[in-house]
């Protein structure tokens, strides 16, 4: 019985110790489970993580192409730089002047003007590159007729065909104005164009550009103008796949230009559209009829030209009615009689001026003034005038309107204008009449040029007065032609014999009475017509813008001057050279001579001309011998040093005689520079050290010349 208790009692043990080894198993097979499920999720985290980091790895492989990709641009950024400020130093390029005259232009335009030349089928033919067309496409005509404007539409149209940036594209456009206001006559030539016109290329085209780079090693090698074009345009033409537009106005600035380089351009650019080189090279220029006559006569030279009188009658009839719609007497277009009237106008002037703006604006301006129809008629009458005709009858009106001190100063100005190396600024013409007048005009002389002067003379960029035309000066060559002394003689009276009249009027007459009848303005009419209207006299003009020049460095009035005597000191050495001693007379000579003399000995001058801002001219004096060369020429013309003392007479005597003159000239100054180098309390010294080195360098390198011929 216990054995069989015993059996039950193992089983049952059995029975649960396999219960509790089920209970466990199945415990360990959750955990277990759980274990790979936490496994599981940690190899998916792992995973996740690692997938995130090829996610990483490749968001910085990107990072890291697109850095290498920005060195990559910024290293050729940077040697495009280079490249460009290579180009910049080889080709001389100080600033873009060209671009202020386009935005002027730009800006000036009559609204809608231009737009049948952009719509005429020879400029769009020359526009299209894959059209073929002559290369060459040319506008002419006199001054006067908007062919400056028309260059200006073309370009404006040409970067909107054709915008910068485009690399892939690969066409450029280029331009140049000849006829800026304020050019000088430097800046008017066939070289200075091609070097603005290659660097403006150079900066859309980059592989252009790698050429032109390569080949500003030498710049002294590019030589005239045509040397210049072959190294730089000519040459890259077959390995340079690419479109350039070229705009060049006002070619007739250009007549001069020894070897009339143009021509030669104009058959390399007609050659390679005959090629088909790589390079295509379109040229748009304007010019008088007078310049385009041996370009298209000239062999090998392809070209297509418009012009203009009655092609862009549309432009003249638009401008003519702007003009009209600021015109109080022609505003009111609801009546009938103002309609009739504004056609009338429209179709006198249209017809009569032929596309001439400069005939133009005078005949428009004489209407503005009118308040009658039958004024306004008697104004058209004129309108098929030439220009010649239109200027006399303006300057007769003048002659008729203006005071005797309104007409003196504007001879003054005028002479000035004609007689400067370059357009003068309107405080250096004050300064003008300032000498002249020996006080300032209570009215602006800007006022004064736009209301009195206004039909002669006009202010144009950085205030700088101009001739309103070019016309205008060739008036008064042959005005100055046509009167000799003798006719003049005829109608003038002698100051003398005004003195006489004078003084038997006073004896008769109490003050009051004698001003009463304008006995003063009646005598200062009489003393002659050359000092009663408006006349200039071109033969004598260098020899009065020296002589106001050198007034105003005589003179304490500084800060109003210093205008005035910058463009003397800029100028007077070249004017000098200008003036032939021989034709000149012998008083005008003499009063240079004692202003003269002075700019070498007086210490009062120096002071005025050797300031930090032309210290630059110290290469034209310590550095050569031209202007030196001139000044011995002055000083050995016995008019010149009548009136000299006799100590500098004896200098003068001593300079002319001497084998090194460059000595005995600059020695005065050479002093007085060397004082400003060892006193002054200003560090900045090295503009005199240079000057003296200069001056020392060549008066040795003389007196080595001297002894080696002696020798």
């Not at 060195?71 to 950024?77: F, G, L, V």
């Not at 009106?397 to 003196?408: A, C, R, S």
């Not at 813008?545 to 070249?574: C, P, T, W």
Request: glycine share 4%; proline share 3%; net charge negative.
């Amino acid at each position: 019985a216990e054995l069989s208790k015993l059996e039950n009692l193992v089983q049952n043990e059995t029975k649960m110790s396999i219960a509790l080894i089920l209970e466990s198993t199945k415990i360990s097979e959750g955990k277990i489970t759980a274990g790979f499920s936490d496994v599981k999720s940690s190899i998916d985290t792992v995973d996740s993580k690692l997938d995130t980091l090829d996610g990483h790895m490749d968001s910085v492989s990107t990072l890291l192409e697109k850095h290498d990709l920005a060195e990559r641009r910024r290293d050729q950024e940077g040697q495009s730089k280079q490249r460009r400020d290579k180009i910049k130093a080889a080709l001389k390029i100080d600033k873009e002047v060209w671009r202020s005259y386009q935005e002027d232009y730009v800006g000036n335009i009559v609204p809608g003007t231009g737009q049948w030349l952009l719509n005429d089928p020879q400029f769009s033919a020359w526009a299209d590159p894959n059209t073929k067309s002559p290369p060459i496409f040319g506008l002419k005509a006199k001054e006067g007729y908007g062919k400056s404007y028309l260059s200006s539409a073309a370009i404006r149209h040409l970067y909107r065909l054709y915008p910068p940036g485009n690399q892939d594209a690969r066409m450029s456009v280029a331009y140049y104005f000849f006829g800026g206001t304020t050019f000088n006559s430097t800046e008017k030539s066939v070289n200075i164009a091609l070097r603005s016109i290659i660097w403006q290329l150079t900066q859309n085209d980059a592989v252009y550009q790698k050429n032109v780079a390569s080949a500003c090693d030498k710049p002294e090698e590019f030589g005239d103008s045509l040397e210049l074009w072959k190294q730089l345009v000519v040459n890259f033409s077959p390995k340079t796949n690419a479109v350039f537009y070229i705009v060049l106005d006002g070619i007739e600035e250009l007549d001069s230009e020894i070897g009339k380089p143009l021509v030669e351009v104009f058959r390399d650019i007609s050659a390679m559209a005959n090629e088909k080189s790589m390079m295509t090279v379109r040229l748009f220029i304007t010019g008088r009829p007078t310049i385009f006559s041996e370009a298209e006569t000239a062999s090998g030279v392809s070209l297509s030209t418009i012009e203009l009188g009655i092609r862009n009658k549309e432009d003249i009839e638009k401008y003519i009615e702007m003009r009209m719609n600021n015109m109080e007497i022609l505003k009111n277009k609801e009546k009938p009689e103002i309609l009739e009237l504004r056609d009338l106008i429209k179709t006198g002037l249209g017809k009569g001026t032929q596309g001439d703006y400069f005939q133009l604006n005078y005949l428009l301006t004489e209407i503005s003034k009118k308040r009658r129809k039958k004024e306004i008629q008697e104004v058209l009458e004129h309108a098929g005038e030439d220009r010649e005709a239109t200027i006399a009858r303006e300057i007769d009106h003048l002659n008729h309107t203006l005071g005797y001190e309104d007409i003196q100063d504007l001879v003054a100005i005028l002479s000035w204008i004609m007689g400067a190396k370059r357009a003068p600024f309107l405080k250096t013409l004050e300064g003008v009449l300032l000498i002249k007048n020996g006080e300032a005009s209570l009215m602006p002389l800007e006022e004064q040029v736009r209301t009195k002067y206004s039909s002669l003379l006009e202010i144009a960029e950085y205030d700088s007065v101009i001739l309103r035309s070019k016309a205008i000066r060739e008036f008064f060559n042959k005005q100055t032609k046509k009167e000799t002394n003798e006719a003049i003689a005829k109608t003038e009276l002698h100051p003398a014999e005004v003195a006489i009249v004078r003084r038997f009027l006073n004896s008769v007459c109490d003050k009051e009475l004698f001003e009463k009848f304008g006995f003063e303005e009646f005598f200062k009419s009489k003393l002659g017509s050359k000092s009663a209207s408006i006349r200039v006299n071109v033969e004598t003009l260098k020899i009065y813008v020296i002589l106001v020049g050198m007034k105003s460095v005589a003179s304490d009035r500084d800060e109003e001057l210093k205008a005035l005597r910058n463009a003397h000191f800029y100028s007077f050495q070249e004017c000098l050279e200008a003036v032939d001693l021989a034709l000149t007379q012998p008083e005008p000579k003499t009063e240079i001579g004692t202003y003269l003399i002075k700019h070498f000995t007086d210490e009062t001058y120096m002071k005025k001309w050797w300031i930090e801002d032309r210290m630059f001219q110290r290469s034209w004096w310590s550095y050569e011998d031209k202007h030196v060369n001139t000044m011995l020429k002055w000083f050995k013309d016995s008019a010149v040093t009548r009136n000299l003392s006799a100590e500098m007479k004896e200098w003068v005597n001593g300079l002319i005689s001497n084998a090194n003159p460059n000595d005995d000239l600059l020695c005065h100054t050479a002093k007085y520079i060397a004082k400003q180098w060892l006193q002054t309390v200003n560090w900045e010294t090295r503009n005199f050290f240079w000057w003296l080195l200069g001056y020392v360098t060549k008066v040795w390198i003389s007196s080595c010349s001297g002894l080696f011929i002696i020798c």
